[in-house]
């Protein structure tokens, strides 16, 4: 069975993945974008138990458009958002897909927020669902 890491920039907060994730998935919501920096964010979701985490986190609590809270966790020496998990869905965690440094990791299969979506911002193929 595969083993994947994630981690921040400074190699300090890590998650290793067994298995494949349950979806990959773009996000073009206003906040993936102020949290990303970029265009659009994206995560690969794991059930929690296909995790190990290690190193030190700090966590960042955010209220969504639709009231839910998702937790952000992020390492306090370089600031790199390694993981998240939402309100209702603690048995799965969300991977940030750059965290892995892996060109060759799943494309995404679904696209969420397209009405944010940056015009100049194509989907991939793979995309199969849409949420908007």
Do not use: K, N
Not at 14 to 36: K, Y
Not at 74 to 90: I, K, L, R
């Amino acid at each position: 069975m595969i083993t994947r890491r994630a981690s921040c920039c400074c190699g300090q907060l890590t998650v290793d993945c067994t298995g494949e994730p349950i979806r990959v998935s773009m996000c073009h919501c206003l906040a993936c974008q102020q949290r990303t920096g970029s265009a659009f964010g994206i995560q690969a979701r794991f059930r929690r138990e296909q995790l190990v985490i290690a190193g030190r986190a700090a966590e960042y609590v955010r209220i969504g458009d639709e009231g839910s809270h998702a937790r952000f966790r992020f390492c306090p020496e370089c600031g790199s958002t390694v993981y998240w998990d939402h309100a209702g869905g603690e048995e799965f965690v969300a991977v940030a897909v750059g965290a892995f440094a892996d060109p060759g990791f799943p494309p995404p299969t679904v696209s969420v927020y397209d009405v944010r979506r940056h015009p100049w911002v194509s989907v991939p193929p793979s995309v199969v669902e849409r949420w908007d």
